[in-house]
């Protein structure tokens, strides 16, 4: 990413100060909303940095807690206005965001320079796996509230649940850190990718073991020399401030400008919010499947998709609590329907090792009709 992407944080501050001056609601909006997608890319690019300074294992782990920080962050704010159904909007928005949207574009973008592509179908279907169980770990709560309607137990029973997810992604986190998973941090290739005029390329997790040397810099030319440690922390610090102070000024704004037109905090959430919170992480996908990097833009889609199901919105339920708004994790049939067509279809696709831009636009039309329920159907919860 180019330095003007980063001269967007800029905005962070210059959104502030519109809401400080009463400027119009949706100028905010938009500044704030901006603002936060350079600012989730530093936030990723600092943590990188760091996980290439403590080693591989610390490293991918503090990859797999930091990977969705922005979205914790808008999401956390949310929840101290109050805005229950746009934060769950946005956890069911970001995961099929991630399996639907940015998968599609990455095999779309990937499928039209390559024909073909082709991926470690083993390696994808431990996090087809992961992913499974946790859509089936949002969906057992919303079933059992249809049958007791006691809100107390259901209460109970998500916080229950918020807690087994919990211990399975640290279950999940030992796994790729300790004994070195499939979804560790991705290490792909320096320098140019294979030629596309042979019309179809290979990567494969062994492949790309044998090319790479040990203390091969995994990043993109381009993006120049490594940072210390005392400046990554210090960008990670500087990043998480200004994400923080972007996501209280674009959540002040969502009540009005979702008034003055007419939509609702449950589109808001599971659209705007969603993509914006995970911007920079989208671009990275999409560039590596432009790269012929396939492995990579699953494992980020995938990953990103499992921690925000066993890590962001677990954690949240914990949270909202301390906040005085308790959310559950019922969430409403139409999301519960998008999600398990998100899951099935990243299973389906992962089976056979090998995608085509046509698999993309089959993905991209489904998130097309997604977003149209989700901006016309009135939802009711439960």
């Given at each position: 990413m180019g330095r003007w992407f980063y001269g967007l944080i800029v905005l962070s501050p210059v959104a502030f100060i519109a809401r400080t001056v009463a400027l119009p609601d949706l100028l905010v909006f938009l500044l704030a909303a901006v603002s936060l997608i350079p600012l989730a890319g530093l936030i990723g690019r600092a943590t990188e940095e760091l996980a290439h300074h403590l080693g591989p294992r610390a490293g991918g782990l503090l990859n797999a807690t930091f990977g969705n920080a922005a979205e914790l962050i808008i999401t956390l704010f949310a929840i101290h206005r109050g805005l229950l159904t746009l934060v769950k909007a946005s956890i069911t928005g970001a995961i099929i965001g991630n399996t639907l949207f940015i998968l599609g574009m990455s095999l779309l973008v990937g499928g039209l320079r390559y024909k073909k592509q082709r991926f470690d179908a083993q390696d994808t279907s431990l996090n087809a796996a992961m992913m499974i169980l946790a859509i089936a770990g949002l969906y057992l709560p919303a079933t059992f509230a249809f049958t007791v309607r006691d809100p107390a137990i259901v209460e109970n029973l998500s916080l229950l649940v918020a807690g087994v997810l919990l211990v399975t992604y640290g279950a999940y986190l030992a796994y790729v850190v300790l004994q070195g998973g499939p979804a560790a941090v991705p290490v792909a290739p320096t320098g140019d990718p294979p030629s596309p005029a042979g019309g179809e390329g290979r990567v494969r997790g062994s492949d790309l073991a044998a090319e790479v040397p040990p203390h091969a810099d995994p990043r993109p030319e381009g993006e120049g020399t490594r940072w210390s440690t005392r400046r990554s922390l210090a960008v990670l610090g500087g990043a998480t401030v200004g994400a923080a102070v972007s996501s209280e000024v674009l959540v002040s704004a969502v009540e009005p400008v979702s008034g003055q037109f007419g939509l609702s905090e449950f589109f808001?959430?599971?659209?705007?919010?969603?993509?914006?919170?995970?911007?920079?992480?989208?671009?990275?996908?999409?560039?590596?499947?432009?790269?012929?990097?396939?492995?990579?833009?699953?494992?980020?889609?995938?990953?990103?998709?499992?921690?925000?199901?066993?890590?962001?919105?677990?954690?949240?339920?914990?949270?909202?609590?301390?906040?005085?708004?308790?959310?559950?994790?019922?969430?409403?049939?139409?999301?519960?329907?998008?999600?398990?067509?998100?899951?099935?279809?990243?299973?389906?696709?992962?089976?056979?090792?090998?995608?085509?831009?046509?698999e993309g636009v089959q993905l991209l039309a489904i998130y097309l009709i997604a977003g149209f329920a989700f901006f016309l159907v009135p939802i009711q919860h439960p």
């Open positions: 808001v959430g599971a659209v705007v919010v969603a993509l914006v919170g995970n911007a920079a992480e989208h671009f990275s996908a999409v560039q590596m499947a432009w790269r012929n990097r396939l492995d990579v833009s699953l494992a980020i889609t995938a990953g990103s998709s499992t921690q925000i199901a066993l890590f962001v919105a677990p954690l949240l339920v914990f949270a909202s609590i301390l906040l005085g708004h308790p959310m559950d994790l019922i969430f409403v049939p139409l999301e519960l329907a998008i999600l398990g067509v998100a899951t099935a279809l990243f299973a389906y696709i992962s089976v056979d090792g090998e995608s085509n831009w046509l």
